[in-house]
């Protein structure tokens, strides 16, 4: 046993050596410290997905013709959204065909939003969202929680997930 161990050990030591040696002579060299803190801005901006901060979200906010996107989970919309705020989870969106039809063709703007700017659910349902037709989508890239930080106003209320586009919003003071 010990020396199938031992075997082991030297085999997975041989195929790391390899693998750096490879890696470190290779044109396409994979990094192996790597920022991924603007991963899914850099991706939005790539696939001409406008991004939009926390302060622009406010003032869409008071909008009347804007509509908000939470692609967060259901149990997270559950806790907290922004209030008048769509859930419509990426994991769910043929099921919320329906809707998101009717809001592809209501010509409002509409502001996706995700957990935060590490998240990509909102990036996936934006990049589904412009392959349906939907042309004046932009991502919120800061979400929910810098929202909720910095005093948006929130809701648990289940009466914002409703099956129809929400009426104008406001912050509520």
């Not at 030297?10 to 790391?16: H, R, V």
């Not at 259901?74 to 769509?86: D, N």
């Not at 909102?122 to 919120?140: D, F, P, R």
């Not at 929202?147 to 009466?159: F, L, R, V």
Request: negative net charge.
């Amino acid at each position: 046993m010990k020396t199938t161990l031992k075997q082991i050990g030297i085999i997975l030591l041989f195929s790391g050596v390899i693998s750096f040696l490879a890696n470190s002579v290779h044109p396409r060299k994979i990094p192996w410290v790597q920022d991924w803190s603007n991963q899914v801005e850099a991706k939005a901006k790539a696939q001409k997905i406008n991004v939009i901060s926390l302060a622009v979200a406010l003032d869409k906010f008071q909008a009347a013709d804007t509509v908000f996107i939470d692609a967060r989970p259901e149990a997270e919309y559950a806790k907290g959204h922004i209030p008048g705020a769509l859930s419509i989870p990426i994991q769910s969106l043929e099921e919320q065909f329906p809707v998101i039809g009717s809001l592809i063709d209501s010509g409002r703007d509409l502001v996706i939003y995700c957990r935060n700017r590490d998240c990509d659910d909102s990036l996936l349902l934006a990049t589904e969202l412009q392959t349906m037709g939907a042309s004046t989508l932009v991502l919120y890239i800061d979400g929910f929680d810098l929202w909720k930080k910095y005093g948006g106003a929130t809701s648990s209320s289940p009466a914002d997930s409703e099956d129809t586009v929400p009426p104008a919003q406001g912050i509520d003071p």
